[in-house]
């Protein structure tokens, strides 16, 4: 870590995303994983069944300054619907009032 950057440490609790047609004790049954809880330290207590991470992320000090996000998005045409708009015609020369 240099001076120009701090860190940040997290822990996550992680869980399997289990396939339930295969038995819960072969490692086939994990189809993929999900973080259920994050805290700042160690937990006392981490949730049944799940694995606790220690992620430390590594950030340059300059990101907190400009805390000003801006950002244009731009849509193109063919990526918009236009309104439909519905209209009945009715004869002019009608001379039954509605």
Do not use: C, W
Request: aromatic share 4%; hydrophobic share 40%.
């Amino acid at each position: 870590m240099s001076g120009e950057t701090v860190r940040a440490t997290v822990y996550l609790q992680v869980a399997p995303d289990r396939n339930t047609y295969m038995p819960a004790d072969d490692v086939r049954s994990i189809a993929g994983a999900k973080v259920v809880a994050s805290t700042q330290g160690k937990s006392s207590k981490p949730k049944a069944g799940t694995v606790e991470v220690k992620l430390t992320i590594e950030l340059p000090k300059a990101a907190f300054l400009a805390l000003r996000p801006e950002a244009v998005v731009v849509i193109p045409a063919t990526l918009t619907q236009p309104h439909p708009v519905t209209v009945e015609a009715v004869d002019a020369h009608d001379t039954e009032k509605e």
